[in-house]
């Protein structure tokens, strides 16, 4: 069932939105070679309670953080801990905050200081990806047609697409439907239209694109351990635009040169 937002809603969507972007700015900040990730969980869980919001990754089916964690070949859904970030890293955090009832979803992927170029290179990749497939969620346009987009933009530069785990709907709850694959056949799926939210959330592998999930049951990582890049944003769907409620634009203004 995919619940369509009222533009009062969508207001709520919005400000979820803001506050889970300008969390990511505070993550920013702290995404330095020596710092554990069980830190920035912390900064994350403290920013966005002081902000009024909930946590909403927290206990959601047992997780047991605030941020998912993706370090190196991590896919997503990584425990803080006590890993301490290191030179040459990249460091995925995926979030989920809930304001006054609505949520906004989002993931960054930081370089941790000097990381080697062809990693920048699938990190810069799937950033544009999930701009390639944003560009393709138009309304009267197809699901399939955002999948097919990101599938080609990542393919044809030799990367691979995690299939297990999609994009989805977002509203009250984080995971709503419609299920937004980031592979797939044009054309096919719901229509995409006025009143859906979406999220966007390439995750894309260096090698191959198998994964494992860890004895956890959480933790996905690739099963060749090469790397994978992970980026999202939340979106609004109108008459006639799509609009982006989530914005990197927090994370740019932490990181200035750093900022790929
Ligand atoms: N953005 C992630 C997702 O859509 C958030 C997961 S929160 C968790 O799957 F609690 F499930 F980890
Ligand atoms: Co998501």
């Known amino acids: 069932?995919?619940?369509?937002?009222?533009?009062?809603?969508?207001?709520?969507?919005?400000?979820?939105?803001?506050?889970?972007?300008?969390?990511?700015?505070?993550?920013?900040?702290?995404?330095?070679?020596?710092?554990?990730?069980?830190?920035?969980?912390?900064?994350?869980?403290?920013?966005?309670?002081?902000?009024?919001?909930?946590?909403?990754?927290?206990?959601?089916g047992g997780f047991p953080g605030t941020v998912c964690c993706e370090v190196n070949e991590t896919v997503v859904h990584g425990f803080p801990s006590q890993y301490e970030l290191r030179e040459g890293d990249i460091f995925g955090a995926d979030?989920?905050?809930?304001?006054?009832?609505?949520c906004g979803d989002m993931c960054y992927t930081f370089p941790?200081?000097?990381?080697?170029?062809?990693?920048?290179?699938?990190?810069?990749?799937?950033?544009?990806?999930?701009?390639?497939?944003?560009?393709?969620?138009?309304?009267?346009?197809?699901?399939?047609?955002?999948?097919?987009?990101?599938?080609?933009?990542c393919e044809r530069r030799g990367y691979s697409v995690v299939r297990e785990m999609c994009g989805h709907g977002i509203g009250a709850k984080m995971h709503e439907d419609p299920e937004v694959p980031n592979f797939g056949r044009r054309g096919i799926g719901p229509v995409i239209r006025n009143g859906m939210c979406l999220c966007i959330e390439p995750m894309i592998n260096m090698g191959s694109r198998n994964i494992v999930i860890e004895r956890d049951g959480w933790t996905c990582r690739t099963r060749d351990r090469k790397p994978s890049a992970h980026?999202?944003?939340?979106?609004?769907?109108?008459?006639?635009?799509?609009?982006v409620l989530t914005t990197f634009d927090y994370v740019a203004q932490e990181l200035g040169d750093r900022f790929i």
């Not at 990749?125 to 080609?152: F, M, W």
């Not at 980026?231 to 609009?243: K, R, S």
């Open 1 to 60: 069932m995919i619940y369509l937002k009222t533009p009062e809603q969508l207001e709520l969507m919005r400000n979820a939105a803001t506050l889970v972007s300008r969390t990511l700015g505070e993550i920013a900040k702290w995404a330095l070679p020596g710092v554990t990730t069980r830190k920035i969980d912390t900064v994350a869980r403290e920013f966005i309670r002081d902000n009024g919001g909930i946590p909403a990754c927290l206990g959601y």
């Open 112 to 153: 941790i200081g000097e990381v080697d170029e062809k990693v920048l290179a699938l990190l810069r990749t799937t950033k544009e990806s999930l701009y390639v497939g944003i560009e393709a969620c138009r309304p009267g346009h197809r699901i399939g047609d955002i999948s097919n987009a990101v599938q080609t933009y």
């Open 231 to 243: 980026y999202e944003h939340t979106l609004a769907i109108h008459d006639d635009i799509t609009e």
């Open 95 to 102: 979030t989920v905050v809930e304001l006054d009832g609505f």
